[in-house]
């Protein structure tokens, strides 16, 4: 026999179990304290001695243990009955309303593709030198070169030049090249948790049911939005990194209401709950993807 108990029943079966138990023990404290102990004793000033050492107790109407077996059966089944919950305390997978066509986006909604850092143009050439002729009186003759007589007394004092200025600092290094941001890579990526699929459609296919069960499942309907009978489909735009995290997450569709930022807040989630996504390939390497998700608001 399959059985199987939700912790609400489980609560309340112990409950009554807890109230019957407590019961009993009043009931039979009451019934016990009722009995006149005069009357007892008038009853049994006439009993023999020898009738009163073959019984156990004074007065055999007040003996608590003469129903010592009816508690110990009645134990024996409390005992049961707990471990028979305890063993089919069944925790029930909260059902989660993932409205149709969750994922399909309008066509009417475009979306900016990702734009990466250009690299900076090069510097302009350096003009080039300019070439002035000389006069011909400043052409002296080339065979005949003056002697300059360089030789110093011992008296003269040599006097150093003036030290020259320090050349310029070197430019500084050129930032650092963003990565290409994909759009479509030959591996898209994936939402964690289909790893031990067979096939590539089998783990495309899981994780596509795993991220739209995260999402409504975390989700809240805006109070103004339900409402207002607000309903559609925000779309979020964010890049999967390398690593699996997500960033440079926004709303590319507001329907109002605060259900784009309601939809923003549990892409962002993610970062906050440790999940790492399978993060898209090209060519067999990491490299990074946007990802644009559609979450739908539908009132049940």
């Not at 080039?128 to 006069?135: D, K, L, M, Y």
């Amino acid at each position: 026999m399959d059985l199987a108990f939700s912790g609400t029943t489980v609560i309340m079966l112990m409950v009554v179990l807890l109230a019957i138990v407590i019961g009993l023990i009043l009931f039979f404290r009451r019934k016990l304290n009722g009995y006149d102990i005069q009357h007892l004793r008038d009853q049994h000033a006439q009993r023999e001695r020898s009738d009163l050492l073959a019984t156990r107790t004074k007065y055999p109407e007040v003996d608590a243990f003469r129903l010592s077996d009816t508690f110990l059966k009645f134990s024996l089944l409390t005992s049961l009955l707990v471990v028979l919950l305890a063993f089919n305390w069944t925790t029930f997978e909260e059902q989660v309303f993932i409205p149709e066509g969750a994922l399909d986006m309008a066509e009417d909604i475009e979306i900016e593709p990702p734009r990466t850092a250009e690299p900076p143009p090069p510097p302009p050439p350096p003009p080039p030198p300019v070439i002035e002729e000389v006069p011909e009186e400043l052409i002296e003759d080339e065979d005949q070169p003056e002697f300059v007589d360089q030789s110093l007394d011992k008296e003269e004092e040599v006097v150093a030049p003036p030290p020259s200025a320090p050349p310029p600092p070197p430019p500084p290094p050129p930032p650092p090249k963003e990565e290409e941001i994909f759009v479509i890579a030959e591996d898209m990526p994936r939402f964690p948790g289909c790893e031990n699929e067979s096939s590539k459609k089998e783990k495309e296919a899981c994780a596509q049911k795993k991220m739209l069960e995260f999402i409504y499942a975390n989700i809240k309907y805006p109070p103004i939005a339900r409402e207002n009978g607000v309903e559609g489909t925000a779309v979020v735009t964010f890049v999967v990194e390398k690593d699996g995290s997500v960033k440079s997450a926004k709303v590319v569709r507001e329907i109002g209401a605060g259900c784009g930022q309601e939809a923003l807040r549990v892409v962002e989630l993610m970062n906050k709950k440790g999940l790492k996504w399978i993060p898209g390939k090209q060519r067999g390497k990491p490299v990074r993807v946007q990802f644009n998700l559609p979450v739908k608001f539908k009132l049940q």
